[in-house]
């Protein structure tokens, strides 16, 4: 590598170094054995330890408590879109629906092959500028569930607060906040996860489901989509992503070493804030696009006057070395997404070029 990458991507994204470093010296002999993790069988003795570091590392790190269990699944979140609805939702029950952002509506459209839902919230009429405070939901009585995703990854939107089903159970889509700050489970009765930006590469969902919920899966179901069989074979019903999890543990073991979560949201704050305050202190040549409260630690959405300008400052940045700022194709813009493992010399450096781009062109 000639010249060092910031990599601001959505996801798959940035990894900790020293996990890639780890990998990179065991990628032949995973602890001497002669073999690598991806040639081992997932049920040998070499692998077990593996599965079990990677459940416990999650189960540390988010304080999981015993009554749920920790899965790590295939098919992406996209798939949970589905296997919510098809083991909790019946023809004739209704799942309440908050939607904050694009992937929300995809989790509604996915229900709704299922049974009724009732979008409880939807910020589409502002453009998923923001979320509903907790006192702006009105749930539907006998819900089967209510559904949120807590950080819109598109628009960089987040709820700063663990939703509160009030008796019904609260299911949510963390694929892009997960492990960036600590959370309360118990809020929870499922929570889902795409591993690949906070928590290792594609191809591994981590889910924690409560087990009152596993309980509830009806009989008779497809095996794959079946919570409580995944769960009773300890997320080895198939073969699972075993180099996904193999990753997994070794970032669960990174978190461990950085101080666990609360040091992250503390760091995570501090970048956030970098970014923010350049975006505010530019006279409006940089806008934001979620509104304060709402504002995403994880990916920071601007817009620039025009997307002319747009194109021309991701070109540049990415000359640069300030890699993957092109806002998702559905919206545009430029988005920054700094996970946990995104340092905080990236950030100042974007904020350098934005303040150089401005006054240049601006
Ligand atoms: C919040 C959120 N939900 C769901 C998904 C879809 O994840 P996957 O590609 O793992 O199916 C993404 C992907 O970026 C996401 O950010």
Request: hydrophobic fraction near 40%; charged fraction near 25%; aromatic fraction near 8%.
């Amino acid at each position: 590598m000639t010249q060092k990458i910031y990599n601001f991507s959505a996801g798959p994204a940035i990894l900790p170094p020293p996990v890639l470093e780890k990998a990179q010296d065991e990628l032949l002999s995973l602890n001497g054995i002669g073999m690598s993790v991806m040639e081992i069988s997932h049920r040998s003795k070499h692998f077990e330890p593996i599965l079990a570091s990677a459940e416990q590392g999650i189960r540390d790190l988010l304080s999981v408590p015993e009554n749920y269990r920790i899965l790590f699944l295939q098919g992406g979140a996209t798939l949970q879109f589905s296997m919510v609805p098809i083991n909790f939702l019946r023809k004739d029950e209704t799942a309440d629906y908050v939607i904050t952002g694009a992937w929300g509506k995809k989790a509604l459209k996915e229900a709704k092959r299922c049974g009724n839902t009732n979008v409880i919230f939807s910020t589409a009429e502002h453009g998923y500028n923001s979320v509903p405070t907790q006192g702006e939901l009105r749930f539907t009585k006998d819900a089967k569930y209510v559904h949120y995703t807590s950080n819109e990854t598109i628009e960089g939107v987040e709820f700063k607060y663990d939703l509160d089903g009030g008796g019904i159970p609260v299911v949510c889509d963390a694929s892009s906040n997960i492990l960036s700050k600590p959370i309360d489970i118990r809020e929870h009765a499922l929570i889902y996860a795409g591993a690949q930006k906070n928590i290792g590469p594609s191809g591994v969902t981590l889910v924690i489901i409560r087990d009152d919920l596993v309980a509830k899966v009806p009989e008779n179901q497809h095996s794959m989509l079946d919570y409580r069989l995944l769960a009773e074979n300890d997320s080895m019903l198939n073969t699972p992503n075993t180099w996904g999890i193999y990753i997994i543990s070794l970032v669960c073991e990174w978190l461990r070493e950085q101080g666990g979560l609360s040091v992250m949201e503390k760091k995570n704050e501090e970048k956030a804030a970098i970014l923010y305050d350049a975006i505010d202190a530019s006279d409006g040549y940089y806008s934001g696009h979620a509104r304060r409260p709402a504002r995403s630690l994880m990916n920071v959405t601007f817009r620039l006057p025009s997307e002319e300008l747009e194109k021309q400052f991701c070109a540049e940045a990415t000359a640069l070395g300030l890699d993957g700022l092109k806002g998702h194709r559905s919206v545009g813009g430029v988005r920054a997404s700094i996970y946990n493992a995104f340092p905080k010399a990236g950030v100042e450096r974007l904020v350098e070029f934005m303040q150089y781009f401005a006054q240049r062109i601006g």
